[in-house]
């Protein structure tokens, strides 16, 4: 695409689903950077308007077909181009069902997002899903909130649940070169990011596709070389593939937090190896409770499946018991989405299998009430404690900011609410926690050094 009279053009993109689709995304916003595009902040201010869809369970589709067919609504002289991972899975149907969209564009090799828009631009209307993998695309240096960002280490999964489709989408497991990830890093800590969640389908998988058993430790040794002062975080650890080396090295260095998110999904026997796991409840406590004995500190965060074909009232008490004495200081419950193309999609269509959506609901809000009781609990041992809090927002004359600690992912945790009468965003700062409000903490700074630093 030459930049000519394109040059300022200007785009905007609304990023949908996880983490890993938002760094698809800013590798996207980078290479049309390169090619002399300007991001948009607003939807109103671009002339092209990419939705970067999610396709993992059927409320997310409709999310994005919703947000699709509303920017239509909204501007109808702009062109639309859908992206993502539902375009991957479903782009001859969006393109031939969707008049309303301009193109659609799989995920599979991001560099190809130039040509895509470029025949757009041309008048044509344009439909790209490529079946090959691509390269992984330089992102551009910019946090993706105030002094953190996501750095993706691995596509694609191995692990072959059964109710899964991220396989059929994103492929089997494909690392990225450690040394590629450390110079990713060391450019954002050039321009002052201290926080860096490293995130892939299943972390502790990392490296095994190029027979590297150790393959993450081997990266999060490599991470420690570096001097600076920042956070690591780990996301998305398959609870089978869990290093408990990873452990020693949180206790050594601090740089790397002792937050560890393991989607456990079940405890009932019987659900458990219908969904493709091999671990029971026993063994899964076991580790949790080898975790917190090593760290007592430790934040765990867990995710549950309900409604999983043939989940009786009894698999479902099975789960709440589990949920009891595992004590997770975070938990997401969702309810089953039969997705076309895998295992349980077959077991669903079996009457006798399948869970009533309504059941699914029900359980699903009773496994809420529940961890409501549980996370409050589990938060009130940092009332009185003294904790470093990176600061992501700044509330102008109500005297207050807004950050994260050590125990709150992005996007998904509570948060701390710091008093102070001025503020610094996308710093790590000394607080000391005054009290819990429901799923948040108080705090106060810790010197006048906790804002000016």
Known sequence: ??????????????????????????????????????????????????????????????????????????????????????????????????????????????????????????????LLIPQQFGPSPIRPARATSPGSTYIKIAEGCRNRCSYCAIPLIRGDLRSRPAGEILEEIRTFLQIGIQEFNLIAQDLGSYGRDRGEGDGLMSLLRHLQTLPDPFWIRLLYIHPEQFPLDVLRLCKEDPRFLPYFDLPFQHASIKILQAMGRKKNS????????????????AILRSTVLVGFPGETEEDFEELLRFLEAAAFDWLGAFVYSREDGTPAATMDRKRTLHVKRSVAQLRKRKIEEIQQRITTQRLDRFVGKKLEVLVEEWVEGEGLALGRGYLHAPEVDGMIVIHSSEGMTGKIIPVQVIRRNGIDLEAVPLGKEAFHG
């Open 282 to 297: 026993r063994e899964n406590l076991e580790l949790i409770e080898t975790i917190r004995s090593m760290l007592p500190d």
């Open 1 to 126: 695409m030459g930049t000519g009279n394109r040059k300022r053009k200007k785009f905007y993109i609304e990023n949908l689903g996880c983490a890993k689709n938002l760094v698809d995304g800013e590798s996207l916003v980078g290479m049309l950077l390169k090619e002399g595009w300007e991001v948009a902040h607003t939807p109103e201010e671009a002339e092209y308007l990419l939705v970067n869809t999610c396709g993992f369970i059927e409320p997310a589709k409709e999310e994005s077909i919703d947000v699709t067919l509303e920017f239509r609504k909204r501007f109808p002289s702009k062109k639309i181009l859908l992206t993502g991972c539902l375009s991957q899975r479903y782009g001859e149907e969006l393109f031939h069902q969707l008049p309303e969209v301009d193109g659609v564009f799989g995920n599979r090799d991001l560099s190809k997002i130039v040509e895509v828009v470029q025949r757009i631009e041309e008048g044509k209307r344009e």
